[in-house]
């Protein structure tokens, strides 16, 4: 089968990808993405397509952007040969990722007529007019970059963006950039923080289960572990502060501006930890990035789930 995404909603794309993927049971080895910014060889593409596929009954080739300018008039015929005789061992996706495909061409002309043609787009200009009435009712306003942040912040996540709406109207105020940012990234912190105590504590459970809430937010795989990072390095702040002298937990959540209770959490995590165990955590932090960026899955979050069991494993 051949598959032509379009659309702004880049997240619902990839899901869309993921779901053929899964369908087919194709294991990531067998999972090709070929990206038009970084160059297209178009042999190469058509060997893939029609080579069989190694770990899986069927293979899986995504061409991510929009090539349809760039495609010179020989590699336009190859693909024309190909979409009139695919390959029965590999399904075929062209990922636009956003762009919008000019319809004067003849190469665009014969996609959208020999392609599974599936659109995804955004309904914010929806959501934005119930949230605003959300806060009307309560003679409250929200801005229109403040419902921009809250939107791209919450995703596909309802219930999340329930929660936000929740708390903001507590505050009794309008809602600006400032205001919002402040309370979501203070939030995302929090879980984070709890993210590490679940890991400490091997609470694998809740581990996954924070993990997959973040990713029905649609949060970057890169964020979290950025932020992971920036917990381990408090941590190891913490651990420095503990054998100072004079220093208790009122003092140390004093010096580093952080709340009492966080300063006692991470003090009993310490006591879980052996020095090089801290090391180990944030050594492996620069190489799960790696391997992330390296990846060919397209479910990054399959490689931080298995990062994430690993550190509870290490815990053991």
């Known amino acids: 089968m051949i598959y032509l995404f379009s659309g702004d909603d880049e997240i619902?794309?990839?899901?869309?990808?993921?779901?053929?993927?899964?369908a087919q049971k194709i294991q990531s080895e067998d999972i090709h993405i070929y990206r038009v910014d970084e160059g297209l060889s178009w042999a190469e593409i058509f060997d893939d397509l029609d080579g069989l596929p190694f770990f899986s009954e069927h293979k899986l080739v995504v061409i991510r952007g929009d090539f349809t300018k760039k495609i010179a008039e020989h590699e336009q015929k190859m693909l024309l040969r190909y979409l009139d005789n695919p390959s029965p061992y590999s399904d075929l996706v062209f990922d636009l990722n956003g762009?919008?495909?000019?319809?004067?061409?003849?190469?665009?002309?014969?996609?959208?007529?020999?392609?599974?043609?599936?659109?995804?787009?955004?309904?914010?200009?929806?959501?934005?007019?119930?949230?605003?009435?959300?806060?009307?009712?309560?003679?409250?306003?929200?801005s229109d970059e403040a419902l921009?942040?809250?939107?791209?912040?919450?995703?596909?996540?309802?219930?999340?963006?329930?929660?936000?709406?929740?708390?903001?109207?507590?505050?009794?105020?309008?809602?600006?950039?400032?205001?919002?940012?402040?309370?979501?990234?203070?939030?995302?912190?929090?879980?984070?923080?709890?993210?590490?105590?679940?890991?400490?504590?091997?609470?694998?459970?809740?581990?996954?289960?924070i993990l997959q809430d973040f990713k029905k937010r649609g949060l970057s795989p890169f964020y979290i572990l950025a932020t992971l990072a920036s917990q381990f390095r408090f941590l190891n702040v913490v651990k420095i502060l503990?054998?100072?002298?004079?220093?208790?937990?009122?003092?140390?959540?004093?010096?580093?501006?952080?709340?009492?209770?966080?300063?006692?959490?991470?003090?009993?995590?310490?006591?879980?930890?052996?020095?090089?165990?801290?090391?180990?955590?944030?050594?492996?932090?620069?190489?799960?990035?790696?391997?992330?960026?390296?990846?060919?899955?397209?479910?990054q979050y399959v490689y931080l789930e298995l990062y994430i069991m690993r550190l509870l494993n290490a815990g053991n």
């Open 148 to 209: 921009a942040y809250l939107l791209n912040a919450c995703q596909n996540d309802s219930w999340y963006l329930k929660n936000c709406i929740d708390i903001l109207l507590t505050y009794g105020q309008d809602v600006d950039l400032k205001l919002i940012s402040q309370m979501i990234e203070r939030h995302l912190e929090d879980d984070i923080f709890n993210l590490t105590n679940a890991i400490f504590e091997n609470k694998t459970a809740l581990a996954l289960k």
């Open 242 to 299: 503990r054998y100072q002298e004079h220093f208790n937990t009122d003092l140390i959540a004093e010096h580093l501006k952080a709340k009492p209770y966080r300063i006692t959490m991470s003090l009993k995590n310490l006591e879980k930890l052996k020095g090089k165990d801290l090391l180990y955590l944030l050594s492996s932090l620069s190489k799960i990035d790696q391997e992330l960026k390296s990846s060919t899955l397209l479910d």
């Open 12 to 22: 619902a794309i990839r899901n869309a990808i993921n779901k053929l993927g899964k």
């Open 99 to 142: 762009a919008n495909l000019d319809k004067r061409l003849s190469i665009t002309k014969t996609l959208l007529k020999k392609t599974n043609v599936q659109t995804f787009v955004l309904k914010d200009r929806v959501s934005m007019a119930g949230i605003r009435g959300i806060f009307k009712k309560a003679d409250q306003k929200i």
